[in-house]
């Protein structure tokens, strides 16, 4: 970016917009300010006060999209001291960052390319390239292996596939169409956290008097600041971890008998409600297996499995009407006149918007069946398909959104599929070949998807690991750490294109020095449906190269044909706006709506189309009867599909309250032992922090600073343990143990402890902790003795296991990362 001088010489500064390119569910525009070809400072929309300044500042059509704290630490990000330079190659064992030594890229690449030839050896032996790529060229060389599975939204999207359809092809209401509602609940989510980008619309719908409800297990951010007092709509509800099905099972009980439910909507839209259902289906979906439309397929609920005898069975097995309010204040600790309030508010609010999304009670063991329930109570009470109404998820556009050609593909060559594995059973796929499938599955899956039989004993292989710089910080996000410290010794080879020197990158033979986003240019949509230009203003810095760079680099010595980047960036997006075209039907809208030229939109960075309130799509009202996306073309309670499959992990396959693995139950019964011989009566849990996107933003101590990195616990838990605050604590359970500070706080209930999620794992040289966890695959736990995590990420103490639908053939994974157990101590066990 060229500087402005002055008549006295002197440079001045220049400005550029750009998006902050983030996974966070953010849509942050940053204004850059550029002086002698760094950046000076960052400000962000809405910087210069001017006239109608408030006006703009309050705009809902257009919003400005502002930067959150770590938008505005972008700067130190990019200038971090931190920042990986140069090609580096471990000399010692993985993990001791003492043994990286700069290399060369010629041998950095030689090196690399000679494992690749190697794993292709093994192929001929396999069948597949026995390499986890996510981001390297594996996929032009052969069959190879990716992990499925979302830590942010696999449970969800278990449930949404099973009783709506296809996540992301049948969508819910926008976040928009919260001021066509008459009442709102978010449930457990944080959205001053989760969704920055949302936050404003909900505060802008309670000041036009929407009442809201947020229903959580912390008083969070979000409760504080937008939930309501009208009249006997709560302000906010506080349930124990993992227990949000029961408050829900007992909300529908409430609904139900009281006979607030829509009964017509039921009966017409709905498939496994009432005991023997029957439909033939008009479904436009074929099964994911076999490929057989299910048009025409004749399903019949199971006797016992409807949903009313869900709740005939609640009321037997507690005592009836009043013995399931008492059965869910047990649980959740809520009490039963404010569970039953809540429901005869919620039922008699026409339209009622609820949402979740991707965060809170979904990323639990049973969270599939929170998300299933959040789906059973709005399709009961007729909000599924209302404006102003939804099903639990949210929208992450306004329904339009421009289109325009994808970037160049890197190759003509067509790449080969892979074999899906669980993504949270990495640990036991490294170490026995088996992600929690039985050999039978495993070969039924592999032979099906891709063509090669396994054999009887199926198993995989697994023996390196490329995570590139479009994948995620797989060391520190997936749980189970001192496991994977185990099983990652079994690797034969490990590379990591990386900025800087996270935990994967610590456990990685060779480190490639990759480009970040200000480095770089390129378009993005990023949660809503602007159109966002990363302006990239920087050359790539030191010897960094961007992940297409290195990637073109490996597939000339791997005699891969690739498509050379000739062009430039800059010159691609020139290309891309020439293809775009506005969104079919937004001339409706707006008929003078005209997409800007390439010129202006690099200087704008951000284009939007703006949807009233009344216009916002909802995609749900354009279903008829019978023809939504799943098996029985209904919305269904009771899922045919998943019945077939057996693929449940907790086996249930209906909406209701399902139990988690470890947990509330657990506590209230006085803990649960474990191996140690120890019984850890403290739930935890997991949320995001606004100081860092998952691992990103780690390293910025300002940011660091301002949201200290601690265990929260309520002043009553840590009375009986001797804990002030401020005291550095340990936090253990069978999977190991983390050191950090305490902070005392009613924020949070007695029985429950909260870490952040995202620090970064940095093992102790001084202190270890005797862990217990299973290596050889015979479901006894055994002895480990493993480092004391001081840089406290909560996977240290996180146990791997599947949650949610363990089926390849779609993405139904979840997280198992809130309401587990724990013990927290001043002293070291």
């Keep these: 970016m060229d500087n402005i001088r002055t008549e006295s010489g002197k440079t001045e500064e220049t400005s550029v917009m750009t998006l902050h390119a983030m996974h966070c569910g953010g849509a942050c525009m940053l204004k850059l300010h550029m002086k002698d070809g760094k950046i000076n400072r960052i400000t962000s929309a809405g910087d210069i006060p001017a006239k109608n300044a408030r006006a703009e500042d309050e705009s809902l059509m257009p919003i400005q999209r502002r930067a959150c704290p770590m938008g505005f630490s972008e700067k130190k990000r990019v200038y971090a001291p931190d920042r990986l330079k140069y090609p580096l190659m471990q000399t010692l064992e993985r993990g001791d960052v003492r ?7 010629n041998d950095a690449l030689d090196k690399i390319a000679e494992w690749y030839s190697e794993m292709q050896c093994r192929k001929d032996e396999l069948g597949y390239l026995p390499i986890l790529d996510e981001g390297g060229v594996s996929p032009y060389l052969g069959p190879h292996l990716r992990r499925f599975g979302n830590p942010s939204s696999g449970n969800v999207r278990a449930a949404t596939f099973g009783a709506i359809g296809k996540f992301d092809v049948l969508q819910s209401n926008s976040v928009l169409d919260i001021f066509n509602s008459k009442y709102i609940v978010i449930w457990g989510n944080d959205v001053h956290t989760n969704f920055p980008s949302f936050a404003f619309i909900v505060m ?38 993992g227990t949000d099905g029961a408050l829900l ?18 009966k017409d839209y709905c498939f496994g409600f009432y005991p023997y259902d029957r439909v033939t289906s008009r479904s436009p979906a074929a099964h ?27 009321e037997r097995e507690h005592g009836g009407y009043e013995g399931v309010l008492a059965w869910a204040e047990r649980l959740t600790g809520t009490e039963s006149r404010i569970i039953e309030n809540f429901a005869t508010e919620y039922a008699g609010a026409k339209p009622a918007y609820i949402f979740s999304k991707f965060t809170g009670p979904q990323r639990a063991n049973n969270g599939m069946y929170f998300s299933w329930m959040l789906i059973a109570i709005s399709a009961m009470t007729g909000n599924t398909n209302k404006r102003g109404g939804g099903y639990g998820d949210v929208r992450l556009d306004d329904g339009y959104f421009v289109h325009m050609d994808d970037e160049p593909a890197f190759s003509e060559k067509p790449s080969h599929a892979p074999i899906l594995f669980s993504s949270f059973r990495l640990n036991d796929v490294i170490l026995h070949g088996s992600d929690g499938r039985t050999p039978e599955q495993l070969r039924e899956d592999v032979l099906g998807m891709n063509g090669i039989d396994l054999g009887a004993d199926a198993r995989l292989h697994l023996e390196m690991y490329v995570r590139g710089g479009v994948s995620g910080n797989i060391f520190n996000q997936i749980p189970n750490i001192n496991k994977r410290v185990f099983a990652w010794k079994n690797l034969k080879h490990v590379v990591a294109y990386e900025s800087v020197m996270t935990s994967t990158a610590a456990m990685s033979d060779i480190i490639l020095p990759s480009s970040v986003s200000m480095e770089t240019c390129f378009f993005r949509r990023q949660t809503v449906s602007d159109v966002f230009a990363v302006n990239g203003p920087l050359d790539s810095m030191y010897e960094t190269k961007s992940d297409r760079q290195i990637n073109e680099q490996l597939s000339s010595r791997l005699g891969i044909e690739y498509n050379p980047n000739i062009l430039g960036a800059r010159e691609i997006m020139k290309r891309q706006w020439e293809t775009a075209e506005m969104p079919e039907g937004y001339d409706l809208i707006d008929p003078e709506a005209r997409l800007p030229d390439f010129e202006e939109i690099i200087k704008t960075g951000n284009f939007q189309l703006p949807v009233p309130k009344e216009k916002t799509l909802v995609q749900t009202a354009l279903m008829n009867p019978g023809e939504f996306d799943t098996d029985t073309g209904r919305i269904n309670f009771y899922s045919p599909y998943y019945a077939e499959r057996g693929r449940a992990v907790l086996k249930t396959v209906r909406a209701q309250y399902v139990r988690s693995r470890e947990g509330c139950e657990d506590a209230l019964e006085g803990g649960r032992r474990g191996a140690k011989g120890i019984v850890y009566p403290l739930q935890f849990i997991t949320p995001h922090v606004t100081g860092r996107a998952l691992t990103s933003y780690g390293n910025i101590p300002l940011l660091d600073e301002q949201n200290l990195h601690a265990v929260s616990m309520h002043p009553d838990d840590a009375a009986a343990r001797d804990i002030r605050d401020g005291d550095v604590v340990y936090v253990f359970n069978d999977c190991g143990c983390i050191k950090l500070p305490a902070s005392l706080s009613i924020r949070v209930l007695p029985g429950v402890v909260s870490i952040g999620q995202g620090a970064a794992y940095r093992p102790s ?46 993405c139904g994974l979840g997280l198992n990362a809130g309401g587990a157990l724990c013990e927290v101590s001043k002293t070291k066990p």
């Excluded at 043994?99 to 890229?105: E, L, P, T, Y």
């Excluded at 399903?299 to 005939?312: A, H, I, M, N, R």
């Excluded at 015979?778 to 103490?797: L, M, Q, Y």
Aim: proline share 7%; hydrophobic share 35%.
């Design 288 to 314: 994911p297996v076999t490929g057989e439309p299910y048009f025409g397929k004749s399903f019949t609920v199971p006797k016992g499995q409807s949903f009313t005898e869900y709740l005939d069975e609640l």
């Design 99 to 105: 043994g990286f030594k700069r290399v060369s890229w």
């Design 765 to 810: 040289l001084k202190e270890v902790y005797e862990a217990f966890f299973d290596t050889d695959n015979d479901g006894k736990p055994e002895s480990h003795w493993t480092p004391v995590d001081v840089g406290a990420c909560v996977n240290t103490i996180t146990e791997d296991v599947n949650s949610g639908v363990l089926d390849p053939y779609f």
């Design 204 to 241: 802008k719908a309670k000041e036009a008097g929407i009442p809201v409800t947020v229903v959580d297990t912390r008083y969070t951010d979000c409760a504080a600041a937008m939930g309501t007092d009208s009249g006997d709509k709560p302000r906010y509800i506080c349930v124990r971890p």
């Design 249 to 266: 099972a007992a909300m529908a009980n409430v609904i139900y008998r009281r006979k607030l439910h829509n009964e017509t909507f039921l």
